[in-house]
Protein backbone atom coordinates (compact mmCIF):
# COMPACT_ATOMS: atom_id res chain seq x y z
CA UNK A 1 0.00 0.00 0.00
CA UNK A 2 1.47 3.38 -1.10
CA UNK A 3 -0.12 6.65 0.13
CA UNK A 4 0.96 9.52 -2.34
CA UNK A 5 0.67 13.29 -1.08
CA UNK A 6 0.96 16.11 -3.28
CA UNK A 7 1.85 19.81 -2.65
CA UNK A 8 3.50 23.02 -4.36
CA UNK A 9 0.39 23.91 -6.14
CA UNK A 10 -1.02 27.55 -6.02
CA UNK A 11 -1.26 30.35 -8.41
CA UNK A 12 1.14 31.69 -10.84
CA UNK A 13 1.79 34.20 -13.57
CA UNK A 14 2.05 33.08 -17.37
CA UNK A 15 5.51 32.51 -17.77
CA UNK A 16 6.44 31.30 -14.12
CA UNK A 17 7.74 28.52 -12.54
CA UNK A 18 6.37 26.07 -10.04
CA UNK A 19 7.67 23.07 -9.01
CA UNK A 20 5.63 20.34 -7.48
CA UNK A 21 6.61 17.62 -5.17
CA UNK A 22 4.86 14.67 -4.32
CA UNK A 23 5.68 12.66 -0.80
CA UNK A 24 5.41 8.39 -0.82
CA UNK A 25 4.54 6.67 2.54
CA UNK A 26 6.05 3.38 3.02
CA UNK A 27 9.10 1.23 2.03
CA UNK A 28 10.15 0.24 -1.03
CA UNK A 29 9.80 3.48 -3.12
CA UNK A 30 12.49 2.75 -5.34
CA UNK A 31 10.12 -0.54 -6.53
CA UNK A 32 7.34 2.14 -8.01
CA UNK A 33 7.20 4.23 -11.74
CA UNK A 34 5.48 7.26 -10.63
CA UNK A 35 3.53 9.30 -13.33
CA UNK A 36 2.05 13.25 -13.22
CA UNK A 37 -1.34 13.57 -14.15
CA UNK A 38 -3.62 16.54 -14.68
CA UNK A 39 -7.38 17.07 -14.91
CA UNK A 40 -8.91 20.67 -15.92
CA UNK A 41 -12.50 21.31 -15.22
CA UNK A 42 -14.65 19.71 -17.99
CA UNK A 43 -12.25 17.77 -19.19
CA UNK A 44 -10.90 14.01 -19.07
CA UNK A 45 -7.58 13.57 -16.77
CA UNK A 46 -4.30 13.34 -19.05
CA UNK A 47 -0.85 12.17 -19.01
CA UNK A 48 1.91 14.63 -18.01
CA UNK A 49 4.91 12.96 -17.30
CA UNK A 50 6.07 9.69 -16.06
CA UNK A 51 9.14 8.16 -14.32
CA UNK A 52 10.60 4.77 -14.23
CA UNK A 53 11.39 3.15 -10.70
CA UNK A 54 15.58 3.87 -10.72
CA UNK A 55 14.71 7.18 -12.80
CA UNK A 56 17.04 7.16 -16.16
CA UNK A 57 13.73 6.44 -18.07
CA UNK A 58 11.22 9.36 -18.68
CA UNK A 59 8.38 10.55 -20.62
CA UNK A 60 6.67 13.27 -21.31
CA UNK A 61 3.29 14.55 -23.30
CA UNK A 62 4.15 16.67 -26.54
CA UNK A 63 2.20 19.51 -24.48
CA UNK A 64 4.63 19.72 -21.71
CA UNK A 65 7.82 18.47 -23.26
CA UNK A 66 10.79 21.30 -22.97
CA UNK A 67 8.81 22.79 -20.21
CA UNK A 68 8.40 20.43 -17.68
CA UNK A 69 10.78 18.12 -15.79
CA UNK A 70 10.34 14.94 -13.84
CA UNK A 71 12.76 13.73 -11.52
CA UNK A 72 12.94 11.67 -8.26
CA UNK A 73 14.86 11.32 -5.21
CA UNK A 74 14.21 7.40 -4.02
CA UNK A 75 15.86 7.96 -0.38
CA UNK A 76 13.47 10.83 0.24
CA UNK A 77 10.31 9.19 -1.11
CA UNK A 78 9.65 11.80 -3.46
CA UNK A 79 8.72 12.58 -7.05
CA UNK A 80 8.85 15.85 -8.64
CA UNK A 81 7.58 17.81 -11.20
CA UNK A 82 9.44 20.69 -12.43
CA UNK A 83 7.36 23.33 -14.37
CA UNK A 84 8.76 26.47 -16.33
CA UNK A 85 7.17 28.65 -18.57
CA UNK A 86 3.27 27.73 -17.79
CA UNK A 87 0.79 29.05 -19.90
CA UNK A 88 -3.21 28.99 -18.62
CA UNK A 89 -3.55 25.93 -20.66
CA UNK A 90 -1.72 24.08 -17.97
CA UNK A 91 -4.55 25.31 -15.61
CA UNK A 92 -5.59 22.18 -13.88
CA UNK A 93 -5.12 19.44 -10.56
CA UNK A 94 -1.98 17.71 -10.93
CA UNK A 95 -1.59 14.44 -9.60
CA UNK A 96 0.81 12.31 -8.64
CA UNK A 97 0.38 7.66 -8.98
CA UNK A 98 2.26 4.95 -8.75
CA UNK A 99 2.66 1.66 -9.92
CA UNK A 100 4.62 -1.08 -8.20
CA UNK A 101 7.22 -2.50 -11.17
CA UNK A 102 9.52 -4.53 -9.18
CA UNK A 103 13.21 -4.52 -11.39
CA UNK A 104 10.97 -3.38 -14.36
CA UNK A 105 12.53 0.02 -15.96
CA UNK A 106 9.34 0.72 -17.81
CA UNK A 107 7.25 3.74 -17.64
CA UNK A 108 3.35 4.10 -18.01
CA UNK A 109 1.31 6.56 -19.60
CA UNK A 110 -2.14 5.95 -19.07
CA UNK A 111 -3.85 6.14 -16.27
CA UNK A 112 -4.93 2.59 -15.50
CA UNK A 113 -1.75 1.51 -15.46
CA UNK A 114 -1.20 3.40 -11.91
CA UNK A 115 -2.62 1.76 -8.91
CA UNK A 116 -2.44 4.32 -6.27
CA UNK A 117 -3.17 8.28 -6.43
CA UNK A 118 -2.72 10.91 -4.77
CA UNK A 119 -5.81 13.80 -3.98
CA UNK A 120 -4.07 16.41 -6.38
CA UNK A 121 -2.81 19.79 -5.82
CA UNK A 122 -4.32 22.95 -7.70
CA UNK A 123 -2.51 24.70 -10.13
CA UNK A 124 -3.96 28.08 -11.93
CA UNK A 125 -1.94 30.30 -13.86
CA UNK A 126 -3.24 33.36 -14.95
CA UNK A 127 -2.43 35.58 -18.22
Known amino acids: QVQLVESGGGLVQAGGSLRLPCVAS????????MGWFRQAPGKEREFVAA????????DYAGSVKGRFTISRDNAKNTVYLQMNSLSPEDTAKYYC????????????????????WGQGTQVTVSS
Open 97 to 116: AARFTGYSTTVYSRSSDYNY
Open 51 to 58: ISRSGTTT
Open 26 to 33: GRSFSTYA
